[in-house]
């Protein structure tokens, strides 16, 4: 349901029950409207709320607000622009299967698929000379979920989601350093 009234109008909103909404996204285009009824339906409701926010210099005062989900429209057509740029690189050979840029852009999270070709096949994860400021954080076998550990390794078909800082990894075998 689209209400289209003045958002800061407490009593048109309890009039359509937003005391009882799943869900509310706030969408106006003022931030500080949206985060003015975000934060009353956060007192009123139980609801999931999303708020966007254009303004970035917003971004330390929302932090200590408590609102669960903030949408940057510029961030997000950021990741769907490098999610596209990776899909064109998969195409040329790259082994991104899924990329999602986190923390203002400072940190990566990759999903590869392990080729029977990669170097870190069948290799124990404590034997291999990770990247620094990078960690795998799940492998994903035949739809078994792997939270791995030092004994664990990689096995030619696994999905494996990758968390780094680094930049411009294309393949696997771009998480181990040189030698």
């Known amino acids: 349901m689209i209400i289209h009234g003045d958002c800061m109008d407490q009593e048109l909103l309890l009039s359509e029950g937003i005391e009882n909404a ?9 931030d500080e409207e949206n985060i003015l009824i975000s934060l009353y339906i956060k007192e009123v409701s139980k609801a999931k ?15 200590n607000l408590g609102l669960e989900c903030v949408i940057n429209p510029k961030t997000l057509t950021g990741e769907y622009i490098a999610r596209y740029i990776r899909a064109m690189q998969n195409s040329l050979g ?25 170097k870190v096949i069948d290799t124990p994860l404590s034997d291999l000379n990770l990247k620094n400021d990078l960690q795998i954080i ?21 999905s494996v989601v990758v968390i780094t800082k680094h930049k411009g990894l294309s393949d696997l075998n771009d998480i181990v350093k040189q030698r």
């Open 22 to 30: 799943d869900g509310v996204a706030a969408l106006m285009d003022y």
């Open 49 to 63: 709320i999303i708020t966007k926010i254009n303004n970035e210099s917003f971004d330390n005062i929302i932090e």
């Open 94 to 118: 790259s082994n991104v299967e899924t990329l999602y840029r986190l923390h203002e852009d400072r940190v990566e999270a990759l999903e590869f698929r392990a080729k029977q070709s990669s």
């Open 138 to 158: 799940c492998i994903n076998r035949d739809g078994k979920i792997i939270l791995p550990q030092g004994g664990d390794s990689i096995k030619a078909g696994d």
